[in-house]
């Protein structure tokens, strides 16, 4: 599948967004060399591409700077480079993108969820800065000072979507540009919204924190910007309590070292072709050390 990936759907360098295989020979959408739908970059096919290793380190990052040229916004992500055609209702291509009225959510482009997954894609490669900044931009709490553009919005909601204030979608497709300028207004769109919660609590634990339980452990692989060298959280490991503290050099993720109440940790490399990788850890190793009065333990990153 990735030799098929690698030849077909890699053109000119560039991850097609779509693949159409007619009678001539296969047509790319969401692609630089689409000349059907006027939109050239696809942010969610880069991103799981990313995130299920089919592009190489070299590529990866080369599509991670594409996001960052064609595909980002003051506020995050954004699904394609700029909103599909209004044809007043009827649609041609796509569902909803070309016939919804409403300029929010996936029409309006800016969604968390996708947002989201670009974050976790950040902390794969082991883009600790940008990792922790994306996340900041998922946060409600502030966002003002991080998006001068955002408008109010209610500090303890999850929001669904970054909704760009056009009057509808005519003066979308004209002005869109204006957007990443911050020259138009950037409201909060759903709240109280199930999909994309879970995910934003899951890189919290999982990609910043960098704890995952598994069927037989758990794996550490924290990813945060040196900046936040002595951070220290404190969580509930089956039931006991467990305070981490942090020691981050200049990479910000790959840990180095696993100290538990003070003695070292063995663990086992988890395998990432980007950067160095996790460390898996087994239930009996952690069992041995933890104390049922409270624990302490130490990650050193590169």
Do not use: K
Not at 21 to 43: K, N, Q
């Amino acid at each position: 599948m990735q030799r098929d990936f690698q030849r077909l759907l890699l053109v000119d360098g560039v991850l097609t967004g779509y693949a159409l295989f007619e009678p001539g020979g296969m047509r790319c959408l969401l692609h630089p060399r689409d000349e059907r739908t006027g939109v050239h970059y696809s942010a969610l096919a880069m991103i799981h591409a990313i995130l299920e290793d089919l592009l190489t380190p070299v590529q990866a990052r080369a599509h991670l700077q594409l996001i960052e040229q064609h595909l980002s916004g003051p506020d995050g992500v954004r699904l394609f480079d700029r909103p599909m055609a209004y044809h007043g209702g009827p649609q041609r291509l796509f569902q909803r993108a070309e016939s919804a009225t409403f300029f929010g959510r996936e029409i309006g482009l800016m969604y968390m969820h996708a947002h989201l997954r670009f974050a976790q894609a950040l902390a794969h490669i082991g883009e600790a800065q940008r990792f922790f900044h994306a996340l900041c931009q998922a946060d409600p709490i502030g966002i003002r000072a991080l998006v001068p553009s955002a408008t109010l919005r209610q500090a303890n909601c999850y929001y669904s979507s970054s909704d760009a204030a056009f009057a509808d979608r005519y003066e979308a497709s004209a002005h869109y540009e204006r957007v990443r300028s911050g020259e138009v207004a950037l409201d909060g769109g759903w709240r109280v919204y199930s999909s994309g919660a879970g995910i934003a609590l899951g890189l919290i634990m999982r990609r910043f924190l960098g704890v995952s339980r598994e069927a037989h452990g758990v794996c550490f692989d924290p990813v945060m910007p040196p900046a936040l060298d002595g951070l220290r959280a404190a969580i509930a490991w089956r039931g006991q309590p467990l305070e981490i503290a942090y020691r981050v050099g200049a990479a910000g993720c790959g840990v180095r070292a696993l100290r538990l109440n003070g003695a070292r940790l063995e663990f086992e490399r988890v395998p990432n072709p980007h950067r160095t990788g996790g460390a898996r850890v087994g239930a009996a190793a952690l069992r041995a050390l933890l104390e049922p009065a409270g624990n302490r333990l130490e990650i050193e990153l590169d």
